[in-house]
C-alpha cells in the first residue's frame, strides 16, 4: 500500500477562482506527463434570469488545452450547495471520469425527498462515473491518488491527497477562515472535527488547498496552506481546540448564518452529478420547494 502523502510526488496545481461563488477550482498535473484531474469545477447560475453561462469552465478547458493535458478525471469533493457544477460541460468537452464519495446515495436520498423528485430520480450514485469509499485509490496518469471520507459539512465530502498535494473541499478553509458549516442536513459538528483531525494527522509539509476563500478582514484571496500552518494557526481547530470546544462553537456559529444563496439550485443539479433537471418536454427546470428547508 502507497502512504498516504508521497511528498517526493509534487503535482503542478493551478487554481481557478470563481468570484461569483468564491470558490477555487484546479487543474492538476502529474509531475512527468501530460495527464491531469479538475477539482470542483463551477457552472455559473444567474438566478433572477435563470441562465446557465460556462466562463469558469471555458477559462478551464482552455488551459488544459493549451497545455496540451489529457484530462483522467473530473473530481467533486461534495455535493456543493453554494454553487453549481461544471463537470458534465468538461467532460462533453474535453473528456475524464467524474468521481465523487460514495456517501452521495446518502446526499440524494435525504434531497431526493425534499424536492419531491420521482423515481425516475436515481439515488444509487449512478450519474457519477466512479464513487470512493474511504482510502480508495485512482491514477492521474502516473500518479497514484487517494481519497480520504471526511464527513461533517456533508455526509460525502472527501478529501483528494494528489503527491504532495491534498484538495479538502469544505473541511477546512484557509487558517484565518477556519472551517465550514456543520448543519446542512446529513451535516455533524462532531464528525466534521474528527475529518479535521484526520487531515491534521497528514505530514505537516503536505500541502493544502481550498475550495473556498472568502478573505476575511480584507486580505486577498489566497487557497493554499499547508497541515503545519493549519495545526497552528487555523481559528476553529488550530492550537490544539477540543472536540467540545469545537461543537460548541460551530453550532453557536451555524445559527447565525444564512442559507447559500445558490443552495436550491445548486442541490438540485449537483446531486445529479452536474445535470439540470428536465421537464417532461426535455426542458431544463429547477424546483422551489417551499418552507422545506
Ligand atoms: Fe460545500
Known amino acids: 500500500m502507497i502512504p498516504t502523502v508521497e511528498l ?3 503535482p503542478k496545481v493551478t487554481g481557478f477562482f470563481d468570484q461569483s461563488s468564491n470558490t477555487i477550482s484546479y487543474v492538476v498535473q502529474e509531475p512527468a506527463g501530460r495527464a491531469c484531474a479538475i477539482v470542483d469545477p463551477v457552472m455559473e447560475f444567474d438566478q433572477a434570469a435563470g441562465r446557465l453561462t460556462y466562463e469558469s469552465a471555458d477559462q478551464i478547458i482552455a488551459f488544459v488545452q493549451e497545455n496540451d493535458l489529457k484530462l483522467d478525471w473530473i473530481i467533486e469533493t461534495h455535493v456543493h450547495a453554494d454553487h453549481l457544477s461544471g463537470a458534465p460541460y ?21 434531497f431526493g425527498k425534499i424536492f419531491n423528485e420521482g423515481t425516475e430520480f436515481q439515488r444509487d450514485g ?15 496518469g502516473a500518479m497514484q491518488c487517494r481519497a480520504l471520507h471526511t464527513p461533517g459539512h456533508t455526509p460525502a465530502c472527501m478529501v483528494h491527497v494528489m503527491g504532495d498535494a491534498g484538495f479538502v473541499g469544505d473541511t477546512l478553509f484557509m487558517p484565518d477562515g477556519g472551517s465550514a458549516r456543520a448543519d446542512f442536513p446529513g451535516g455533524d459538528a462532531g464528525e466534521l472535527y474528527d475529518s479535521i483531525q484526520k487531515v491534521l494527522s497528514l505530514p505537516g509539509e503536505t500541502r493544502l488547498f481550498m ?16 497541515v503545519a500552518e493549519q ?46 433537471p428536465e421537464d417532461q418536454d426535455g426542458n431544463m427546470v429547477l424546483k422551489v420547494p417551499v418552507n422545506k428547508l
Not at 436550491?264 to 452536474?274: D, E, I, Y
Open 126 to 140: 449512478s450519474q457519477f462515473d466512479a464513487l470512493f469509499q474511504d482510502g480508495d485509490t485512482y491514477c492521474v
Open 231 to 276: 495545526k497552528k494557526h487555523n481559528v476553529h481547530v488550530g492550537g490544539g481546540k477540543t472536540r467540545e470546544e469545537f461543537i460548541k462553537f460551530r453550532t453557536e456559529r451555524d445559527a447565525q448564518l444564512v442559507v447559500p444563496k445558490l443552495i436550491l439550485p445548486s442541490l438540485q443539479v449537483n446531486m445529479r452529478g452536474g445535470e439540470v
Open 90 to 110: 468538461i467532460q462533453e468537452r474535453i473528456g475524464g471520469k467524474i468521481g465523487i464519495g460514495r456517501h452521495v446515495i446518502t446526499v440524494q436520498d435525504t
Open 211 to 226: 475550495c473556498h476563500d472568502y478573505g476575511p478582514g480584507g486580505r486577498a484571496i489566497a487557497w493554499e496552506t499547508t
Open 8 to 10: 517526493g510526488i509534487q
